[in-house]
């Protein structure tokens, strides 16, 4: 009978956390265009917020006048506005 060959595995060490910290990675290349995509949605983002802010100033202008009407009519039937 012939003898039957076992198959060879070869195994390779496991890296340990000292060669990991030694192993250098390279610095990111500075991309210009990836800055103006920045710059452009932040200039997006702020405005955004700014017509968030203006629609709630609105809002709340809208609310100071219903707030002030209830008032007066609440005066004008001698009704506490407080209740």
């Given at each position: 009978?012939?003898?039957?060959e076992?198959?060879?595995?070869?195994?390779t060490?496991?890296?340990t956390p000292d060669?990991?910290?030694?192993?250098?990675?390279?610095?990111a290349?500075?991309d210009?265009?990836?800055?103006i995509?920045?710059i452009?949605?932040?200039a997006?983002i702020k405005d955004?917020?700014?017509a968030?802010?203006?629609?709630c100033i609105?809002?709340?202008?809208?609310?100071?006048e219903?707030q002030?009407?209830?008032?007066?009519?609440?005066?004008?039937?001698n009704?506490?506005?407080?209740?």
């Amino acid at each position: 009978m012939a003898e039957e060959e076992k198959p060879t595995t070869t195994c390779t060490p496991k890296p340990t956390p000292d060669d990991l910290l030694q192993t250098p990675t390279p610095p990111a290349k500075f991309d210009p265009t990836r800055m103006i995509g920045i710059i452009k949605r932040k200039a997006l983002i702020k405005d955004l917020a700014a017509a968030y802010h203006n629609e709630c100033i609105s809002y709340c202008r809208e609310l100071l006048e219903l707030q002030k009407r209830k008032g007066e009519g609440l005066k004008l039937l001698n009704l506490d506005p407080n209740r």
